[in-house]
Antibody
Framework: QVQLVQSGSELKKPGASVKVSCKASGYTFTSYPMNWVRQAPGQGLEWMGWINTNTGNPTYAQGFTGRFVFSLDTSVSTAYLQISDLKAEDTAVYHC????????????WGPGTLVTVSS | DIVMTQSPDSLAVSLGERATINCKSSQTVLYNSNNRNYLAWYQQKPGQSPKLLIYWASTRESGVPDRFSGSGSGTDFTLTISSLQAEDVAVYYCQQYYSTPYTFGQGTKLEIK
């Protein structure tokens, strides 16, 4: 069965970096694009962008360029989200979500990784 | 960007009664070449990640109870729960995947009356 397992919660200080992982199993990793979705505490869902798991080409939503980087390690079927120069407003749960292909719905979601930025 | 607006923001319905959530997009999400509406509905229970309920506006995901149904086309869509069960307490989101940035509605919190 399809599973997306994410890394555990992180507590970081402002200015630090964090790398969140999303390990996929139960399907061919490179056949399905992976999206990243942010959910601030008590708030709704915000699409950050997606990465083509076949080519490694990322697409970032406006507001998620510069400090946010999507990457892959296809040898271990894992997608990564790295955020640098963390700010308090980056405090959120970050979900990975599988997409069947570009411009499709998200059929499986990871449980989310809480990143807390606090001094 | 396509703005998705849900109504109401919150809803309280008695067990066994019908619940209706609306979603309006700022521009059409109907792709004329294949006559498909690029609209999905997700359910997020407290402390959990979102779960896909409906895609193509009206196609129920495998395993989703048939009390959940989706309807609408173009810019106006509805999620209906025909007979509310206790386990349906959640926040419901609509999402357009017609064009990037893929955007979500603000969410509708569904509670038991």
């Amino acid at each position: 069965q399809v599973q997306l397992v994410q890394s555990g919660s992180e507590l970081k200080k402002p200015g630090a970096s964090v790398k969140v992982s999303c390990k996929a199993s139960g399907y061919t990793f490179t056949s399905y694009p992976m999206n990243w979705v942010r959910q601030a505490p008590g708030q709704g869902l915000e699409w950050m962008g997606w990465i083509n798991t076949n080519t490694g080409n990322p697409t970032y939503a406006q507001g998620f360029t510069g400090r946010f980087v999507f990457s892959l390690d296809t040898s271990v079927s894992t997608a990564y989200l790295q955020i640098s120069d963390l700010k308090a407003e980056d405090t959120a749960v970050y979900h990975c979500a599988r997409m069947l292909q570009a411009d499709y719905y998200f059929d499986y979601w990871g449980p989310g990784t809480l990143v807390t930025v606090s001094s | 960007d396509i703005v998705m607006t849900q109504s109401p923001d919150s809803l309280a319905v008695s067990l066994g009664e019908r619940a209706t959530i609306n979603c309006k997009s700022s521009q059409t999400v109907l792709y004329n070449s294949n006559n498909r509406n690029y609209l999905a509905w997700y359910q997020q229970k407290p402390g959990q990640s979102p779960k896909l309920l409906i895609y193509w506006a009206s196609t129920r995901e495998s395993g989703v109870p048939d009390r959940f149904s989706g309807s609408g086309s173009g810019t106006d869509f509805t999620l209906t729960i025909s007979s509310l069960q206790a386990e349906d307490v959640a926040v419901y989101y609509c999402q357009q995947y017609y064009s990037t940035p893929y955007t979500f509605g603000q969410g509708t919190k569904l509670e038991i009356k």
